[in-house]
């Protein structure tokens, strides 16, 4: 790994690094509810989802000695399966088995993912027919416009963690948030509370 640094790196910032890069069993165990949520989020489909992350992780390991700390270890995941779903999508094999078997996740199921133990049985199908009115609507945004409102929005990342993700610059995440919101609050309602 030594070979990699970066003559101006401050050894201090790569040891910690370096530290959390060796228990890589440590690095899945925190990191793959997140990711494979972004790619289910993304894709609808959970077996491409389960695939795919296991393919990120597959990527980070390999390339683990290349990481240099320049990010965070989650924006340098996210952006390996940002890539792999943009792959993905663009793959001609898939598009056929799409087109076959079109499968999109039931909204419903996404619903009860926000079960609050306090919430009668009429709020719990209020929030599940918001979900569904999100997610429909989440699904005709474009590509670009979906991956930055599931990575805001899902992952809670920050607009400079999403630009670096996702290899845009800061002012082009904006816009496309900007435009995935006002798209998902025309089709969903003014009663869908996103901030």
Request: negative net charge; glycine residues 4%; aromatic residues 8%.
């Amino acid at each position: 790994m030594e070979g990699t640094i970066p003559v101006d790196y401050p050894a201090a910032a790569w040891a910690g690094v370096a530290a959390e890069l060796e228990d890589f069993d440590e690095v899945v165990r925190l990191y793959r509810p997140r990711i494979f949520r972004y790619l289910i989020a993304t894709l609808g489909d959970r077996d491409a989802a389960e695939s795919l992350t296991q393919d990120c992780f597959l990527k980070a390991w390999n390339a683990r000695h290349q990481f240099r700390g320049e990010s965070s270890l989650m924006t340098w995941l996210t952006r390996i399966a940002v890539n792999l779903a943009r792959d993905h999508v663009r793959s001609r094999r898939m598009r056929f088995w799409h087109k076959v078997r079109a499968e999109d996740l039931d909204p419903m199921d996404m619903g009860d993912w926000l079960a609050d133990e306090t919430s009668t049985p009429e709020q719990a199908l209020l929030a599940r027919e918001q979900v569904r009115l999100v997610w429909s609507a989440v699904r005709e945004l474009s590509p670009h416009q979906r991956t930055v409102f599931l990575l805001r929005f899902v992952e809670e990342l920050e607009l400079p963690q999403i630009a670096e993700a996702t290899g845009m610059n800061v002012n082009t995440v904006k816009s496309h948030l900007y435009r995935a919101l006002r798209a998902v609050r025309e089709k969903a309602g003014n009663t869908v509370c996103i901030s």
